[in-house]
T-cell receptor, first 115, second 113 residues
Framework: EAGVAQSPRYKIIEKRQSVAFWCNPI?????LYWYQQILGQGPKLLIQ????????DSQLPKDRFSAERLKGVDSTLKIQPAKLEDSAVYLC?????????????FGPGTRLLVL | AQSVTQLGSHVSVSEGALVLLRCNYS??????LFWYVQYPNQGLQLLLK??????LVKGINGFEAEFKKSETSFHLTKPSAHMSDAAEYFC???????????FGQGTELSVKP
């Protein structure tokens, strides 16, 4: 069974530019999560989708970050404009139903460096 | 606010020695508890999880953890460290509302030959 796919793996941009990340979850998984992992810290949830609806985006900086999952399968996370403090690894994870006891399966992440 | 504390950002052990990584959570409601491992430039991989069944949980690669409600702890142990255990380890909790994971800050494990 294929795992969670993410692209690109690495991205370097200058501040105030825009960037987009893509995630394809495990087939059949209804719930998709985007986490931000700043160097030296644990991942922090940015947004959670259940199918194509948003369950939790309370920690998403909505003035610059946006995310969508239009067909309830793959998802895109966008940053516009980027700031230096957005340098981080962006991890995508998925579960079958979004239950707290479920194992979340993580992709390899996209490493973003903002100069 | 719900939080997870991992004591020690860096732990170093000799090969063959006991590994002990500490995790405490702050919540009056027992959460679901997870340990994930992250190798360089990779995503997170589940080691083990506690979901209110047996308090002693066995995971992959010889790791285990014990849930102690009275101490609000879920420490990770392995009797004998191997060089391949060198990685970053994250403790995380989840609650029934939504299922998002709340992570500790991580502990980097180094294994000396």
């Amino acid at each position: 069974e294929a795992g969670v796919a993410q692209s690109p793996r690495y991205k370097i941009i200058e501040k105030r530019q825009s960037v987009a990340f893509w995630c394809n979850p495990i087939s059949g998984h209804a719930t998709l999560y985007w986490y931000q992992q700043i160097l030296g810290q644990g991942p922090k949830l940015l947004i959670q989708f259940q199918n194509n609806g948003v369950v939790d985006d309370s920690q998403l900086p909505k003035d610059r970050f946006s995310a969508e999952r239009l067909k309830g399968v793959d998802s895109t996370l966008k940053i516009q404009p980027a700031k230096l403090e957005d340098s981080a690894v962006y991890l995508c994870a998925s579960t079958a139903a979004g239950l707290a006891a479920e194992t979340q399966y993580f992709g390899p992440g996209t490493r973003l460096l903002v100069l | 606010a719900q939080s997870v504390t991992q004591l020690g950002s860096h732990v170093s052990v000799s090969e063959g020695a006991l590994v002990l990584l500490r995790c405490n959570y702050s919540s009056s409601v027992p959460p679901y508890l997870f340990w994930y491992v992250q190798y360089p430039n990779q995503g997170l991989q589940l080691l083990l999880k506690y979901t209110s069944a047996a308090t002693l949980v066995k995971g992959i690669n010889g790791f285990e953890a014990e849930f102690k409600k009275s101490e609000t702890s879920f420490h990770l142990t392995k009797p004998s460290a191997h060089m391949s255990d060198a990685a970053e380890y994250f403790c995380a909790v989840a609650y029934n509302q939504g299922g998002k994971l709340i992570f500790g800050q991580g502990t980097e494990l180094s294994v000396k030959p």
